[in-house]
């Protein structure tokens, strides 16, 4: 194997280890759906705390449930 058909072949292996980096990266950020039923004096409570942290409702129910088992996680340490 010459030194070009080495670099090819590096190049390539390269190319497909950055490949399954972004996979791992795309199944690492991927977001599972949850259907919600919330009261409506909640979802107004949940919208308005959105609206004064900047963030979107779905964004603020989030932002709470890390919250909250971060918050569980610590007690249990």
């Known amino acids: 194997m010459g030194p070009d058909e080495r670099e090819q072949a ?3 292996r390269l190319e497909r ?3 399954l ?3 791992l990266k795309a199944k ?3 977001k599972k759906q949850v259907p919600l039923r919330l009261s ?3 979802w107004s409570e949940i919208a308005a705390w959105a609206e004064e942290d900047f963030r979107s409702i779905n964004g ?3 932002f709470i ?3 909250a088992v ?3 996680k610590g007690k249990k340490e």
């Open 70 to 72: 971060r918050k569980r």
């Open 40 to 42: 409506a004096t909640l």
């Open 21 to 23: 980096e972004r996979e």
């Open 28 to 30: 690492e950020s991927a």
């Open 65 to 67: 449930l890390t919250e």
């Open 60 to 62: 603020q129910i989030e």
């Open 17 to 19: 280890i950055e490949a």
């Open 10 to 12: 590096l190049r390539a």
